[in-house]
């Protein structure tokens, strides 16, 4: 068992090494994502110079009873803008598998946000993520979200 754990532990490592990530955080959910419940992360200063692909990284179980994910994220800029976007990711397959990888019942999804962006400003950035999805023919939206474990962000340098 050690030694499984071990070759986990490295391919980990190894794979995240070869990623370029230069930022990631995730945050566990607490059996639920809230309809009222923004999840928050602040990105350090990055390289102005240098491009970067931002990422959704979602995980969910079997608990999960939709076939699409819709969320609101915004990006808080130093200088106070802020950009919006709405938006949908396909989590199941047409023939109801999880697209996301990994063992067993939970499954993680890399998810693009944006691609090649830029960070100029100096200071922080702030993104809220908050999850927009309602059941067909309701105008109300879900306030429980079963099956979402964990919401998190990564960033990566572009490939050059």
């Known amino acids: 068992m050690n030694k499984l754990l071990a070759l986990f532990l490295t391919t980990v490592l190894l ?18 994502w809230g309809s009222e419940e923004v999840v928050e992360f602040k ?9 970067y692909n931002l ?7 079997n608990d999960y009873k939709y076939n699409n994910l819709f969320l609101i994220v915004n990006m808080n800029f130093p200088n106070g803008k802020t950009v919006a976007d709405t938006l949908e990711y396909r989590m199941a397959n047409p023939d109801g598998s999880w697209m996301g990888q990994g063992i ?7 998810l693009w946000y ?8 100096e200071g922080a950035y702030t993104v809220h993520i908050a999850q927009a999805m ?12 079963e099956g979402i474990t964990d919401v998190g962000i990564s960033i990566e ?3 050059k």
């Not at 944006?114 to 400003?121: A, G, H, M, P, Y």
């Not at 309602?134 to 979200?145: A, D, S, Y």
């Open 15 to 32: 794979v995240s090494c070869e990623s370029g990530t230069v930022f990631s955080e995730i945050q566990a959910m607490d059996g639920h």
């Open 43 to 51: 990105v350090p200063q990055l390289d102005s110079l240098k491009k």
């Open 55 to 61: 990422f959704l990284n979602i995980r969910n179980t």
């Open 104 to 110: 067993g019942a939970v499954k993680e999804n890399k």
């Open 114 to 121: 944006k691609e090649n962006v830029q960070f100029f400003e």
């Open 134 to 145: 309602r059941n067909n023919g309701e105008v109300e939206g879900v306030t429980k979200l």
């Open 157 to 159: 340098e572009a490939s």
